[in-house]
């Protein structure tokens, strides 16, 4: 798996673009900065199968409409839970001063169990709620690589002070699922560097 990360917008977002040896290609959390998206996408001669989404803030999916218009792609996630996180993308937009976005929904929502197919890279689905309640992160077990958005962060952990983000939730989705991953699994998380969960579990002040 070929991974490339692009931090996008004044929230210097974590917007992954993953493909695998036959450019079979998703692109995670497309935060914004659409044209820089595309440019890229285009320069590696990628063939973009789908926009995968960990969470409804505006973000990450600021992007995700216009990046599935120009492809022609489905975008898929989170959980269903996050409904109203995107149908209140305007006022997400206006509330931190940034261009207005139309609400949208995906077309189709992932939950806990799920299996999804790029290529030949397959990711599980972890429902990982407490940043927002529809919140999950993709699992490459194999490639020993995952994409868990506002969870778990180098020395830190995702904000719950959201609308429906929930301390305790949060805690348990790292505590229970997280943890259960290998020592050597990469977290590339939605914003700051990339961590492995051992490195988490040893040093996070959070979760001690």
């Known amino acids: 798996m070929n991974i490339e990360i692009i931090p996008v917008t004044v929230f210097q977002q974590n917007c992954s673009l993953i493909w695998d040896d036959e450019k079979n ?3 995670i959390d497309p ?15 990628l063939n973009l199968k789908v926009i995968l989404l960990t969470h409804a803030h505006l973000d990450h999916v600021g992007a995700a409409m216009q ?11 989170p959980q269903e839970e996050d409904q109203f996180l995107f149908e209140s ?7 931190f001063g940034l261009p207005y976005i139309e609400a949208f929904l995906p077309d189709r929502w992932l939950y806990e169990g799920d299996v999804i197919n790029i290529g030949d890279i397959q990711f599980d689905i972890l429902h990982l709620p407490g940043h927002t309640p529809g919140h999950i992160g993709f699992i490459e077990q194999e490639k020993k690589a995952s994409f868990t958005g506002d969870v778990l962060f180098q020395g830190g952990i995702g904000r719950t002070d959201f609308p429906r983000g929930n301390y305790e939730q949060l805690i348990s989705s790292i505590r229970e699922k997280l943890f259960k991953l290998s020592d050597d699994m990469i977290i590339i998380a939605g914003h700051g560097p990339y961590t492995t969960i051992g490195r988490e579990k040893a040093d996070n002040p959070f979760l001690k």
């Open 25 to 27: 290609a998703a692109i």
């Open 67 to 77: 990046l599935k218009d120009y492809f022609n792609v489905d975008i898929w996630g």
């Open 89 to 95: 993308l305007p006022e997400q937009a206006e509330r």
């Open 31 to 45: 935060g914004g900065e659409t044209e820089k998206l595309i440019q890229r996408v285009e320069a590696l001669d």
